[in-house]
């Protein structure tokens, strides 16, 4: 068992590495490699795409890496589990629309768009931790609930339009996604490699999941 961690050159990848090592040996998880190789993705059981910074940013990085995403969404239309981190899971969506409109996946339907506190006084980004709502369960939900914490960085969330594929939110001057999924497809907005106890068991679920 294998699960391919894409580094295309969009992000600080050291603590997510280590969060899925460790919850690996854990939970019996296998063998995690750190890879841009779409060779190595297409021979990959299980595929996380993290992404930090802007959209438009981060899916050109994507696409400058020839081959990456057209491995990824063949091993993702076979069948093999995929987490979406960040800007990984934003990028899933339908549109993107950080400074400008970017094509995005289209692989759960939705677009991104900017925080907006109001007049709450909240500050854009959304920094820190926040409690998780639990809006449907799921095999990578196994074991958290309503109030657990998670960490997030993002001034952008995304709108979903199928409430179906909404599987958690928080609050920030109103709700926004945390995280999402359909079929063999999910994604946190929060970074689980950060959240301690509660990032830490998403990741062992995810590593155990059979779609």
């Known amino acids: 068992m294998r699960?391919?961690?894409?580094?295309?050159?969009?992000g600080n990848l050291h603590s997510a590495v280590k969060a899925f090592q460790r919850m690996a040996v854990e939970v019996g998880g296998g063998e995690v490699l750190v890879t841009s190789s779409p060779e190595d993705v297409a021979r990959a059981d299980r595929i996380v795409l993290p992404g930090d910074g802007a959209f438009p940013a981060c899916r050109q990085?994507?696409?400058?890496h020839i081959g990456l995403f057209e491995a990824i969404a063949e091993r993702v239309t076979q069948?093999?589990?995929?987490?979406?981190i960040c800007v990984g899971m934003q990028m899933m969506a339908t549109v993107g629309r950080e400074y400008r409109d970017v094509a995005g996946f289209d692989w759960i339907g939705g677009q991104v768009t900017r925080i907006e506190p109001g007049e709450t006084g909240l500050k854009v980004p959304h920094m820190g931790w926040n409690d998780l709502v639990i809006d449907q369960p799921h095999p990578v939900l196994e074991g958290l609930q309503t109030g657990d914490h998670a960490y997030f960085v993002h001034s952008?969330?995304?709108?979903v339009a199928d409430k179906a594929h909404l599987l958690a939110h928080v609050d920030y001057a109103g709700p926004v996604t945390a995280i999402i999924g359909r079929d063999n497809m999910v994604g946190t907005q929060f970074h689980?490699?950060?959240?301690?106890?509660?990032?830490l068991r998403l990741i062992g679920n995810f590593l155990r999941w059979k779609p």
């Open 192 to 199: 689980p490699e950060k959240s301690q106890a509660t990032g």
């Open 79 to 84: 069948g093999a589990p995929f987490l979406g």
């Open 156 to 159: 952008y969330a995304m709108q």
């Open 61 to 64: 990085a994507l696409s400058d």
């Open 3 to 10: 699960t391919a961690l894409v580094d295309y050159d969009a």
